[in-house]
């Protein structure tokens, strides 16, 4: 198992480009999320899903879009990279949502100029 | 509105003593409180988890306290080591309803010096 891949690992953007997040778990969960860390900030939930074709948003949905086609991957879409989104993000999956562990990928660092 | 709060932001402890981190919450549905950790470079992995329903949870070095009336737990690490050195998350979520997400404090940087 590989467990949740993100690519890719580090990217710089320039002011209003755009760009797609990819992520895929291979372990069958249901639930999956995005989140971004800022430091000393914590984790911050982008949006979630809770299956294919279900998607909310979280606490910081701004500026961010997303899909789930399938119950392996969910992208996360940036349409005007904004240098307030300058962050590393984080993709998350999990089982079981009470008493589950989310499982989280090694992040994608992003940068923009 | 912060609905976890931990502290403290960072935390400097010697090799061997015992590191404590502390997390209060607000919301009284909050019945899951996880802790995670976070090597540099790398994502958060859970470390250990508490429900409500007992004070205490031990696992290795690693013991969550909870005072359900304060609404408060913490994450003690006895016999600290260098290896322990990361940034540690406390969150909480409820299971109740439609909630889906974790709520997390903003981290505590612990450096163990040999």
């Known amino acids: 198992n590989a467990g949740v891949t993100q690519t890719p690992k580090f990217r710089i953007l320039k002011i209003g480009q755009s760009m797609t997040l990819q992520c895929t778990q ?12 800022d430091p000393g900030m914590g984790l911050k939930l982008i949006y979630y899903s809770v299956g294919a074709g279900i998607t909310d948003k979280g606490e910081v949905p701004n500026g961010y879009n997303v899909s789930r086609s399938t119950t392996e991957d ?11 989104q300058t962050s590393v ?5 999990s089982y079981f949502v009470q008493e589950g562990t989310q499982y989280f990928g090694p992040g994608t660092r992003l940068l923009v100029l | 509105q912060q609905q976890v709060k931990q502290s403290p932001q960072s935390l400097i402890v010697q090799k061997g003593g015992i590191s404590i981190i502390n997390c209060a919450y607000e919301n009284t549905a909050f019945d899951y409180f996880p ?3 976070q090597f540099p470079g790398k994502g958060p992995a859970l470390l ?3 429900r ?4 205490e949870k031990k696992e290795g070095r690693f013991t969550i306290s909870f005072n359900k009336s304060a609404k408060q737990f913490s994450l003690h690490i006895m ?7 990361a940034t540690y998350f406390c969150a909480a979520s409820s299971s109740g309803g439609s909630n889906y997400k974790l709520t997390f404090g903003k981290g ?4 163990v010096n040999p």
Do not use: K
């Open chain 2, 35 to 37: 802790w995670y950790q």
């Open chain 1, 74 to 84: 969910f992208p996360l879409r940036l349409e005007l990279a904004a240098p307030s």
């Open chain 1, 89 to 93: 993000y984080f993709c998350a999956s």
């Open chain 2, 52 to 55: 409500p329903d007992v004070s």
């Open chain 2, 108 to 111: 505590t940087l612990l450096t």
């Open chain 1, 26 to 37: 291979d372990m069958n969960h249901n639930y999956m999320y995005w989140y971004r860390q």
């Open chain 2, 48 to 50: 250990i988890a508490i």
């Open chain 2, 79 to 85: 016999d600290s080591q260098p290896g322990d050195s």
